[in-house]
């Protein structure tokens, strides 16, 4: 991080000695087409991704602590994406979002639906960048909440039972506050991750179409290994580290506060 701070300030290509330029990389990026798609793109990623990233690893959690039978074979299918390796399972959906013999375009045309193109579209490539991402990553969330809620005693899912609560209504008043700390602290995780995601949009759309892909850390990306300068991509990474800290640390306190009350 402090090698980043420095790098930001200089004018650097890790060949002559670097040269303090001040604050013109920061006017350089902010002054860049893409500065403003690539920070609204990834504040609508992290948006989409809560949407649906953090609460379908929480329901399947749910889902599998509830099954009596199975549950150690549907833990791992859940757990399986998670150990290919993360090139692997976006080319696999490259495949499945291809317009012609994709998987998921000859699905819509089994029940009479048109085809979309997916990543070749500004409307839907975004949103199809969070379903990799959400498949990518389930597995952990999920195993991280499942542990969670085997924690919870036995006699509270009990008491709530004899009360005549249905699962709805267990999960509302038993799992939920139960499982609070673990869900404020994947909240986080699930923020900062979300907010760095790279991997994505560099090797399914490049940024396209339009722009409507680039995020913070794919222009960062570009500007220190495309366009070599490193001090433009180091004034973004510094933005984007300063904006985490930030919301980090007014998480953090907000939470603390309410552990408190």
Do not use: C
């Amino acid at each position: 991080m402090v090698r980043e701070i420095v790098l930001s300030f200089q004018q650097n290509n890790f060949v002559d000695p670097g040269e303090w330029v001040g604050f013109e990389n920061f006017r350089t990026v902010i002054a860049d087409p893409a500065f403003r798609s690539a920070w609204l793109n990834t504040a609508a990623f992290s948006g989409l991704a809560l949407v649906i990233g953090y609460a379908v690893p929480f329901v399947l959690a749910v889902v599998l602590n509830e099954l009596k039978h199975a549950k150690a074979y549907l833990r791992f299918v859940v757990y399986l994406p998670v150990m290919l390796p993360p090139a692997v399972a976006v080319l696999l959906f490259k495949w499945f979002y291809d317009p012609g013999a994709g998987l998921f375009n000859q699905a819509l045309d089994a029940v009479h639906l048109p085809p979309l193109s997916w990543l070749d579209s500004t409307s839907t490539a975004l949103v199809s960048l969070v379903i990799v991402s959400t498949w990518m990553n389930l597995g952990t969330g999920t195993l991280i909440y499942l542990a969670a809620l085997q924690s919870i005693p036995g006699d509270l899912y009990e008491s709530a039972e004899l009360d005549g609560a249905g699962l709805l209504r267990r999960v509302w008043h038993v799992t939920i506050p139960q499982t609070k700390l673990i869900l404020l602290v994947m909240l986080l995780l699930q923020v900062v991750a979300t907010m760095q995601v790279f991997i994505e949009p560099y090797l399914l759309t490049g940024g396209g179409p339009e722009n409507a892909t680039v995020t913070v850390a794919y222009l960062m990306y570009q500007y220190a290994f495309n366009f070599g300068d490193f001090g433009g991509g180091s004034a973004l990474g510094l933005m984007l580290m300063i904006v985490l800290l930030v919301f980090s640390t007014i998480y953090l306190r907000v939470s603390r506060e309410e552990a408190e009350r």
